[in-house]
Nanobody, 124 residues
Framework: VQLQASGGGSVQPGGSLRLSCVAS????????VAWFRQAPGKEREAVSC??????????YYTDSVRGRFTISADSAKNTAYLQMNSLKPEDTAVYYC????????????????WGQGTQVTVSS
């Protein structure tokens, strides 16, 4: 069972990046998936979550990224994505994907599986 995150990099303010989270060993569609981020000296925070296990997908975005970031999942590829547009310097952090059974949560402690972090740096 593994999550593999990728897609981070360095961009200028206003730029875009797309993070990917590939699951192996389990079906990501049966799980709630979240993207967390952690900046130096700060706590890990939930950026966005998605739950497609029911007929109606459920989404969560933290206020600071709503309207700029979009979370999605492709069951055929067993992959979740985080499209990040209009990036700001305050988005700079290590981003992690995580998965848990049942409902989404903003608490990192409730997630069972974690990918390795991918660094996102927004700077001019």
């Amino acid at each position: 069972v593994q999550l593999q995150a990728s897609g981070g990099g360095s961009v200028q303010p206003g730029g875009s990046l797309r993070l990917s989270c590939v699951a192996s060993g389990f079906s990501l569609g049966d799980y709630a998936v979240a993207w967390f981020r952690q900046a130096p000296g700060k706590e890990r925070e939930a950026v966005s979550c998605i739950d497609t296990s029911d007929e109606t997908p459920y989404y969560y975005y933290t206020d600071s990224v709503r309207g700029r970031f979009t979370i999605s999942a492709d069951s055929a590829k067993n992959t979740a994505y985080l499209q990040m547009n209009s990036l700001k310097p305050e988005d700079t952090a290590v981003y992690y994907c995580a998965a848990k059974l049942y409902v989404i949560s903003r608490s990192p402690n409730e997630y069972e599986f974690w990918g390795q972090g991918t660094q996102v740096t927004v700077s001019s």
